[in-house]
């Protein structure tokens, strides 16, 4: 009996913090507006095509035309006018932090403010700050949501992506 009395409360504890765990992991699932901003623009600033899969169905294209290959096409083609390849035109988003403006069930805005940095191993990151050779920029941008088949996308405030072809 004193055995259980000492360990009770060690074993309540490990119980208690499972349970705690599985809560914050099924909260942390939930599809939420700030989190299809964050997400879209990562994905957005880091060139990935995978940004048209928070992108609502109205802006995927442009009447025949892919948008986000267009783009991607477009920034590739500025980048080999500059002597790069692609990949030198990415950028990570730093300091990243999202305020929702208005929300309802189909639809919501939300304000987008970090910091962009090209994107190039964190080391010399950390140098070329030290030394000066690299700036990062404001970024601040208010996005338009729609809620599509339960999750969110973005639809307008798309940064540079193109519109019209």
């Known amino acids: 009996m004193d055995q259980f009395r000492r360990f009770a409360p060690i074993a309540f504890s490990v119980l208690a913090a499972l349970i705690l765990q599985a809560i914050f992991v099924f909260a942390d699932c939930k599809d939420t507006p700030d989190r299809a901003v964050v997400e879209f623009s990562k994905d957005y600033f880091m060139l990935n095509p995978t940004m048209a899969e ?73 140098v070329a700050q030290i030394f000066g050779f690299s700036k990062s920029q404001e970024v601040d941008q208010t996005l338009s949501l729609v809620k599509e088949e339960g999750s969110w996308k973005v639809c307008d405030g798309l940064f540079d992506l193109p519109l019209e072809i």
């Open 54 to 126: 928070r992108l609502c169905a109205d802006r995927k294209k442009i009447g025949d035309t892919d948008t986000v290959n267009h783009y991607l096409h477009i920034v590739s083609q500025k980048a080999q006018a500059r002597g790069f390849r692609l990949e030198f035109m990415k950028n990570r988003l730093y300091n990243i932090k999202t305020k929702t403006l208005r929300m309802d069930d189909t639809s919501a805005e939300v304000q987008l403010r970090g910091r962009k940095r090209f994107a190039m191993n964190p080391l010399y990151a950390t």
